[in-house]
């Protein structure tokens, strides 16, 4: 495997449900993110971690709880959606511990997330 | 919010160069100007970046104004497969915050 695998890639759940979402990079870098993008809407950043340790959160609603037990995985867990958190979930990993100069993002193939 | 401001949409002829600027008039000193495109509800692609000059790779040309107020993509012979929403992107060095906008959405033409 190379990059940033997503997983799964389709995921339909109901409001009470509970599931996550899986990252996984196979590239050495040591910063993760999860975007939200909603059908017509920009790419919404939701978490960035770097070295394991949350460095920004924004504003995300507690039903979403991110995870990050290692440089190489970041887990999004779901509780208690609803419809309109229905989106594309995007991670992506950028190498740098920290945000200095150009510091490219590498993204995932995402996770479409229907809430019924 | 974004710092760039792009055409929502564009045509290119294939074989052709497409030319997609943004507009980024009040960017700082330390801020990084990148391009990224969205084939239909994949991940994002890196294109390429810049600081001040301009720059080439396998992918593209990025021209950046001199006073870094605008700048342009080059893709030199557009394919069909470069039909995507293209994002040109304004970050800070020293931030994590890669704020996505609009883009301008390129669709190339037989």
């Known amino acids: 495997e190379t990059g940033v695998t997503q997983t799964p890639r389709h995921l339909v759940m109901g409001m009470t449900n509970k599931k996550s979402l899986k990252c996984e990079q196979h590239l050495g870098h040591n910063a993760m993110y999860w975007y939200k993008q909603s059908a017509k809407k920009p790419l919404e950043l939701m978490f960035v971690?770097?070295?394991?340790?949350?460095?920004e959160n924004n504003s995300v609603p507690s039903r979403f709880s991110p995870e990050c037990p290692n440089s190489s995985h970041l887990f999004l867990h779901l509780h208690t959606l609803q419809p309109e958190d229905s989106a594309l979930y995007l991670c992506a990993s950028s190498q740098a511990a920290t945000p200095s100069g150009a510091n490219v993002l590498t993204f995932g193939a995402g996770s479409r997330l229907t809430v019924l | 919010d974004a710092k760039t401001t792009q055409p929502p949409s564009m045509d290119c002829a294939e074989g052709r160069a497409a030319n997609l600027p943004c507009n980024h008039s009040?960017?700082?000193?330390?801020?990084?100007v990148y391009w990224y495109r969205q084939i239909h509800s994949q991940g994002p692609q890196y294109i390429i970046h810049?600081?001040?000059n301009n720059e080439t790779n396998e992918m593209a040309s990025l021209i950046i104004t001199e006073d870094r107020k605008s700048s342009t993509l080059i893709l030199p012979h557009a394919t069909l497969r470069d039909t995507a929403v293209y994002y040109c992107?304004?970050?800070?060095?020293?931030?994590?915050?890669?704020?996505f906008g609009t883009g301008t959405r390129l669709k190339v033409l037989a």
């Open positions: 810049g600081l001040k």
């Open positions: 009040t960017i700082s000193g330390n801020e990084y």
């Open positions: 971690y770097s070295l394991e340790e949350r460095v």
């Open positions: 992107i304004v970050r800070a060095s020293g931030t994590y915050k890669y704020i």
